[in-house]
């Protein structure tokens, strides 16, 4: 390792070119200081990545009788930002005054710049503060790189009170400085101030330019205001800002992330109008805007489109497109999407397969769903919860409760922790295959495993409880769902009235219904279908067609079976003009053109 003479101070990070330029120069120093700024200034990156080697060739230099000037200083705290050594850099500078040596803007904006490159804002921030105390002038690039290190990170507050300060500080704010502070709103999902910056702009004669435009866009696309980057973007022709690729991706992002499929996929046409060449990343934000939006087709077709544009399809842009099939319940063709990857050579992720899972699970075919789950450990795939979750559901969705159980239980031996999901859909499993006790015992578990039970939780287990006839047990968890901070809904109503119904509890059926109203539940023809049906099944038709009566006044259509049921109730009160009298009332209820 090299030592600086007298010194002891090691530089060994030095690569033997750079040691050879220093012994070639080390007698011409004292003559001509430059050569000695040459030599730090072409430091490359990795000798300064060992720590003490800018330092210690400083001291080197001493050594040799060489005087040290401010633009060595200045040459090797810029060496220092090049290489992310920001404490280095903040070093040389502090030891600048132990050698008399007063600091200059370049040698004080190295160290700034050495701070934004190693992320410390706030050093970045002390140092700028610290300028008017050495006689320096911080100008637009010391604010403008501070101002930067705030947007790495993340201080958007900061970054707005250091703009704010810079007119009265002498340093006039341009384009740069208020990009940077865009960023770092942008970065906060302040989309209102990013706004307001380039509003403010034009207010004080600096022209915006297509960066700053960018991040505004940029802004209005994670604030989810798609309308405002439609708007932005067109204002860009007219300040003499052409918009680029990456203007229009971040717009159609925006349109994306508000499932404005529509505008996306016109914007995405328009391409050629303003200029701009598509990219897998323009093609991929149209291609997931048509997914949120159930355009499975057109998703496709941006698909297969994009060989035409000479753009290679990668997996968020097949994901894209399965995950529309997944939501356009077209398993077949979202499973020939992830056998394609394969065959295009685009290898799939967790996410390709769990979108084909879904879609297997909403096309009701459990097995393919649990086969596709099996086969991602043989492609290097760890399944997550999500994957999980659609077999699990999956087999939940035709009562395959021993399956739906058996992969709660592989999940934690995966290291994917159970969730509310996994739960209810374990759940539900149950409650169609007929067990209640099981569903039951999965509910009062998941307190134990720090799993907090929600309105699908509780509904289930309550749709178990009256699939079995257990009307006792359903009214119970009903009225227990507030001690686990949960409010029944509709859908848990609906199952404790039905389940009423099978047991012939009447009067509970109708006290829930009433309940439901006094704790916003809104009663819908279900929990009225079932009430008429408690009614009915012990002759009880008096209540029944009054039940039928309140339906007509709040204008809710009956289903075939609450009809047939009241029908029922009428036949069987002994009266055979009665059915002929209430004709009217029924129709009524059934038809909604009756009601004109």
């Known amino acids: 390792m090299a030592v600086c003479r007298g010194s002891g101070v090691p530089f060994g990070g030095l690569p033997e070119t750079t040691m050879a330029e220093v012994r070639r120069f080390e007698k011409r120093w004292t003559a001509d200081p430059k050569l000695a700024t040459a030599v730090l200034s072409s430091l490359p990156k990795d000798a300064v990545l060992s720590r003490g080697a800018t330092a210690g060739l400083l001291s080197f230099m001493r050594e040799g009788q060489l005087e040290l000037s401010v633009f060595h200083y200045s040459a090797a705290a810029s060496a220092c930002e090049k290489g992310n050594q920001w404490q280095q850099s903040l070093d040389i500078l502090s030891s600048m005054s132990g050698r008399k040596v007063s600091p200059n803007e370049i040698s004080l904006n190295a160290a700034i710049s050495a701070c934004k490159t190693g992320c410390r804002w706030q050093k970045a921030l002390a140092q700028v503060d610290q300028m008017p105390r050495t006689r320096v002038t911080a100008d637009a690039v010391s604010y403008n790189t501070v101002l930067s290190a705030c947007e790495k990170g993340g201080q958007w507050q900061v970054a707005l009170g250091l703009l704010r300060a810079m007119p009265a500080r002498g340093a006039q704010p341009d384009r740069f400085s208020y990009s940077a502070a865009m960023s770092a709103k942008s970065r906060g999902s302040q989309w209102q101030l990013a706004l307001r910056l380039l509003g403010a702009m034009s207010e004080l004669q600096v022209a915006p330019d297509r960066v700053n435009f960018n991040t505004a866009i940029s802004s209005c696309e994670k604030g989810g205001q798609w309308l405002l980057a439609l708007g932005l973007l067109g204002q860009m022709q007219a300040a003499r800002a052409p918009p680029s690729e990456v203007s229009c991706n971040a717009a159609i992002s925006a349109c994306e992330k ?20 598509a990219n897998t990343i323009s093609c991929n934000a149209a291609s997931s805007a048509c997914a949120k939006g159930g355009q499975w087709e057109l998703a496709l077709h941006l698909l297969s489109s994009m060989a035409a544009l000479s753009l290679r399809a ?8 399965i995950n529309a099939c997944e939501k356009g319940k077209q398993w077949q063709i979202a499973l020939s999407l992830l056998t394609g990857m394969l065959l295009e050579r685009v290898a799939p992720d967790v996410i390709s397969y769990n979108a084909a899972m879904s879609a297997c699970e909403k096309g009701g075919e459990w097995q393919l769903s649990l086969e596709l789950l099996r086969k991602m450990p043989e492609m290097e795939i760890r399944p997550d919860a ?14 395959q409760w021993q399956q739906a159980l058996s992969l709660l239980g592989v999940m934690s031996e995966d290291r994917a922790r159970p969730d509310e999901v996994s739960t209810s859909a374990a759940i539900t499993a149950c409650a169609r295959g007929g067990q209640w006790q099981l ?31 257990q009307w006792a047990m359903a009214v119970s968890l009903l009225g227990q769902m507030p001690l686990l901070r949960v409010l029944p809904n509709e859908i848990t109503y609906n199952a404790a009235i039905s389940a009423c119904e099978k047991g012939g509890q009447w009067q509970l059926a109708l006290q829930l219904l009433q309940q439901m109203a006094d704790r916003r539940a809104a009663p819908n023809k279900i929990s009225y279908s079932a009430a008429i049906g408690a009614c009915a099944k012990v002759g009880h038709w008096q209540l029944a067609l009054a039940l039928l009566a309140t339906l007509d006044e709040i204008r809710l259509d009956l289903d075939e079976i609450g009809l047939s049921t009241a029908v029922s109730a009428c036949e069987r009160c002994g009266q055979p003009g009665l059915w002929a009298g209430r004709r009217p009332l029924l129709l009524a209820c059934r038809s909604p053109s009756a009601r004109r």
Request: net charge negative; hydrophobic share 45%.
């Open 258 to 277: 508000a499932g404005q499929w529509l505008e996306a996929v016109c914007l995405l046409s328009s391409f050629p109008e303003l200029r701009a060449t």
């Open 386 to 399: 999500i994957s999980y979750n659609s077999a699990i559901s999956a087999c939940a969705s035709v009562g």
């Open 439 to 469: 569903a039951l015992s999965l509910l009062h578990e998941m307190p134990r495993t720090r799993l907090a039970a929600n309105e699908v939780c509780c509904s289930a287990a309550v749709s178990a409880c009256e699939k079995c006839s």
């Open 314 to 321: 990668d997996a968020i842009s097949y994901n894209a497109a």
